[in-house]
């Protein structure tokens, strides 16, 4: 019948109408790129490990620049930090389980990002093609460029497991890029001599990986390459040494070598200078002669930051805007310690000396004589809006190695061996080339112990607010007079390091607290 | 994929081509058909007009024009029904009659209404679920910028608080409880809104951006209330079932007026009036002021600390500190109100239309704030094919202006009001009150500009196709653009002298949609079937684009133009899902006594991994008719009738790409550099791209949310509608819900979503409705009373179960979410007293240690807190879990509803509407904020500089031995026993409001006859006119957001007064 064969039309066009619009249900994102599309070229690759930094520098700077709570704040005579009501001020006394910090700084979540980064790189470029590389025209040797991709990918993971290792011990090891997060597991703290070795091996093979030198003169410095390599390496070998085991003072002597080693390497290979001291400061803009490895933040791309730890000290005379009143500030003691502003009388001469003619003196400490000296080495000061001279913004890289950490290092290599004309002459030399007072020399007959204290003294001229003093304490074991808080028998405990947040117990049954903070948080 | 959704509404009009290419076929057998005139009347001679006749047993139907009349061809042996609103319905055999004349009897019976369930219009006697009506008549001419806000109290089950009095803002509508349940504390989401669909369309609401970077317009603010023929919800899983995926949170249907057959009627109708400042806050003011604080002081500070004064306090003789000025007068005003419509309707037997256009404007009550709406709407239906197809185009537009106030800052998350004078920032009143100063305040209002402009469009297309007296094929086509714009500018004053600030967004979203149904409709003996199956497809798509500039150069610049490149932001979206969908019902009946209804949907939605995107809702329910039963027959009951259901509904995750492994571009985000609209991108200039380690795994297996809901209840009418009463138990459980889930630290990423979350809402409606006057009595009394009860309660919840305390709330967290408990449970220390003296302060027995925080000890005068853990210790620290403070109080609304009178007397009617809210918890911020501003490192110079309460009426702690309501104020003791987060503040939200008070006078035939037009009716209304609650501290039980928070920052709900008329010609 018509009328039925006209009712099954409707029908069946009802139907292939409907079928035909089953493709409604695919619907790709146009606001982001997605892991099925990215992955596919050079370019990629760049912007891939661009993140990785960014999410580095993310985890360093953190909360006040964690990286200088860590390495520096917590050496309490060093530089002062003033109430406010954060609390931050707490860590000063060695009592890390204030809330607002342990929250904080207790929390290790952004490190793992950059460390998932990391292994999402080191898991997808090594699928990527030669001629997917090739394709962007810029790739001159794709396996090269491959290389030194997954070499900076390993030093990234590297360094960010040896910042985790200085701050607490040991900590859970995941060196896999996830297919499905959601069923990834939970996972325990590994040891952390598992964790350094890890580090070792992730630095052994970015160094058969990465070249020394730049190709690219953009990515001096604030990129790895071998040279940074081996100034990790030397600092993991100086760490591992040293803290293996706490209750001795005795370094492991075979992780002292490769230390050495690796810092020769750096000294021969790598083409590093120091800056001359009349340009004294230009080191800590950045990509200076001598920088090794430091993370980009300057303004000249919009990177920099109005909340860099040298805006803490900075008052109305370096910031248009601030006032007079700085939260941080160095302790008069630190400047008569290391530079003698209180003029030491020498019977023998009849004569009163200082150090103050130490160029670090001069160029990165300011109000010397006021009840709060500050500290001006990180003063690079970029306003963004300039017609008005506000919105200030700090252009300073973040210096993590740098020639004159390495050549410092070999005065305590030079300790640890006992060899003691080469731990004088390095303290000696360096302040020489920097203008100190030979007053103030020190002389072969120096036991170790005073040389060691001299040369902590030195590295608290040379590398004041680099993230570096509180570890120099650990190592060299000058804790004792720098670091009123940390005891010995705390110090064997493993109290230096922190404890983890609680919030990070909360879904993993695994996770157990530091052993000197059990009961204390 | 749009070119896709265009072809398919093309092979529909083929194949319905292919169906009129051949007439003969389509009109059947006419020889069997007769054509039947005729008339309907009351029993005092007046026509009736839209009275429905309808073929009994099929779709086939008309109505009646102005003069009672119709037409129909129909089968001579055929049974009509005819029925209409306020009448009672008869069924009349036609036994070969041509001409039919009619009487119908007036009946208070809703039996006759027809209601409509998802994809078709039944009777109210023959409904197997659990439905709220409401005409339009009920919510004519009331002063309300949307309808969503005059729905409150009128529908059982739906649960609406207006709790802001901005024009063109929206209320919270819940269908039977609240489920929805997040990790972030977020005002513009805390109650999930029910789907709301106009005209048998679905309206998109998905928000991609907050109000903060939109207009934050109302999306329901374009339909004009006095359009609305009609709004149903469809509150238990049977009816929504049939609207699938996103029916859990109940749907809300609204059916817009139509045209009539009949000469050309024009309706003009307009009202004006006022919306009254509110009363203001009490304030102290001036000496008072200074006396009281100077007081406090003198109290409470040594005789050290009292050497370094504030000023303000001090130094009385300062010309800028001897003011006595009351803030908020700056910030009120009286507004104006204005509306006006016009509609004209008409057509003949084989089409009608109806077109209406009208204009709102209210004036807000705080300084540059209102609402303007521009509405047009057209209806238009066409018999084609010699009455077989229906063709029945809609086409509305709206235009909607927003003004905002002080024009929220779009950099600005957390500030979304058009006014802020909350406790902790209202200035004190010894402050002067300078040109210059009022300019810097009011410049926000009057300097800046923030325009806020939405259009909306839509056009829609309804064919249906009569196949015989039994199949009708019906296909709705519909399009929607909605596009809105917002132009934002701020002085280079307001912006401190850093150069004038612009900012611009528009956006423009479309919505296709294409449904295609068959229904089949057949008696077979006593046997009554009812078949409907058919198929929907949707596409939406949303496009964004902002962009800014600061630091500019000129004031008379606000457009975002010549501006520095490095001040410039820009930014676009593109948003689109897909949803395909499937579903049948099927309903039979025997004898009209017996009920039954099935109902099945299947959902498919892009939105989903390729193994989960369908999803399967179905449904059933029935009812039994005792009323109908021979040992009822005769007795009072005009209808009782028992019904139950149980079905599945769903819904969907809002965002659309969670099956991808989304990555961040420009991903690099640095402290000190992430100030939103300059935050770095880049590492060493090179775009950073990193996967979303936030929530960007690939969520390939996640599926629909799913609830499932029984319903019992029953209806009875009583001696023909003289009373009438509904009743409904039901239980509503999500138990897939989505939450986003805490992933291993270790993997990178944070959090993903996962079908983990319950909640159950369970209660009881009840609508009595009553005609209580006898049919003979010159007055006539309508009266309606509702109300619902709820019971919210979360079921599970993820890792665990573990409890969660909500990120983004206020400093003193004070909300968790916890199984047991109801959504958004306060969070609270529990306050016992203030201790008397210093000896009043307990002390541990083992220790000596007196009751202390991590900040010291208490001391008299301060609030006891109870030490819920029992280690003589306050823990007062707010983010997470907290072992001093306790779930209590609910701010869910546990009992609402509303009480409607219609009184007619000769040519008046009196309208009178209750709302009422009871059994809900608020916590007074307002009141805590008051006794906690001077907390901080600078006590006593916060303490001079902000408004206090009149110390004077409060029974505060003056010296030891008082026994004091109020403790002493908290000045820099850092013991925080003012903490908002206590019992202390927590007030009950019940009220009841007198909500709208109307009057009207119609006037009489004579007048109209010697004026020529058909009706004349004048009109007054008082809005809001009278409320009482429980609460003594609230200035308004219903002004507290939905986390049951009042902190005195809202809008206030402004009484309106207006005057109008309506004229028929």
Redesign the interface.
Known sequence: MKKKNILYLATLMVFISATSCKKILEQQPRNSTYLDVFWKSANDCEYAIAGNYALMRDAFTDYAFRYYMYGDAVANTYFTIDYNGDGLEGIQGGDYTFQYNLQSLGNWTKYYKTIAMSNTVLKQVPKITDAQLESSGNVDDPTVYRNKILGEALFIRALTYFEMVKIWGDVPLVIEAYDDPITAPQLPRSPKADVMAQIEKDCLQAAGLLQWGYQDKSNVAVRANKGSVFALLAHLYLWRATTTDLSTPDPIMSDVDKASAAIDSITTMGGYTLVDTADYGKQFIGRSSESIFEIYMSEDSKEGTNKHIGMAFLTDKYVNGFGTGHRFWVPPAYLSNHYYTSPIYDPGTDSSYSDTMDVRFRNNFDMVHDAKPTCRKYANVVYRNPGTRTDPYLSNNMIIFRLSDMLLLKAEIALYKNDINTAVSIINGWRQRNGGSSFFFVDNTWSRDDLMYEYILERGKELYLEGHIFWDLIRTRQYGNFVPWLSDTRFMQGGFYWPVDPYLFRDNRFLVQTSYWKGKV | ?RK??M???V??F???D??SQ?PS??Q?KPSNLITVKGTIRTDNGQPIANVSIRVKSTNKGTTTDDNGNFTLTVSPQATLEVSAINYAAQEVKLAGRTSLALTLLESNSSLGETVIIGYQRITRKKTTAAISSISGKEIENLPSSSFDQLMQGRLSGVNVQNFSGDPGGRPTVSVRGNTLISRDYDQNRVVNNPLYVVDGVPQPNEEYVGPGTSTGMNYLGGVNPNDIESIDVLKDASAAAIYGSRAANGVILITTKKGRSGSPRVFVSGYAGVTERPKLREVTLGALERRQKMAILQQELTYIQRQQLPYMLTDSLNPAFNGNTDWQGLFYKTGLIRNGDLSMSGGSETSNYRFSTGYYDEQGIIRATGFKRYSMRLNLLTKALHGRLDINPIISYARTDRARGNGTDPRDPTNYNPFSLSAGSMPSSLFALDPNKAQAILGAYNGSLDKNIGNNLNINLNLGYT?NPH?K?ISLESYQYNTSRRDFNRTNAME????NYSYTFTDAGIDAR?S?Y?TYTNQLGKNNLSVLVG?D?Q?NQYESTTASGS?GASDQIQVVNGFRQ??LTANS????????S?YGQLAYDYESRYLLSFTARTD???RFGANH?WGFFPAASAAWILSDEKFLKNSYFSLLKFRASLGTSGSLPSQ??LQ??????N???????DYTT?S??????????????HDG???KNLSWEKSMQWNVGADMEIEQGKFGAQIDFYNREGSLQLFSV?????????V?M?NSIGVRNAGVELTIKANPLSKSSPVKWFSSFNISYNRNRIMNLP??G?DLIMDGDRFDKSHILSVGRPINSFYLYKTLGVFSTDADVPVDKYTGAHYHNGNGDYKAGDFYLADLDHDNFIDI?N??LNPDKMPIGDPNPKFTGGWTNNITWKNFVLGIFFSFTFKRDVLNLYKADQFSNST??NANANFAQYSTPNLDNVNIWRKPGDKAEFAKYDLGTYLYYYTSAQTFFLTPGDYVRLKSLSLGYQLPEKVLHKLGVGRVKIFGVADNLLKWQASKDLPDAENVNAYGEYDGAGYPLPKKFTFGLEVQF
């Open positions: 994929m896709l959704l072809f398919c509404p092979l529909l083929l194949a319905l292919a169906l051949n076929a389509v059947g196949f199949l094929l401190s002298q850093q150069g294409l295609n068959l198929q497809v596409y630091n490095s001040t979206d593109y948003q689109a899902y897909g949803l395909l499937y498919g939605s892009s995107k659309n790409y991808y492994n989304l990555y961040n571009v991903a690099a985000s640095y402290i000190g550099n300059s770095a991108t880049s590492y060493n200039a090179i775009t950073a791209i990193a996967p979303n380690f795994v690939a969520q805490n992933l291993p630290v270790t993997t990178g990423y944070d993903a996962t890792n665990g573990r620290f983010s997470g901080d490192g």
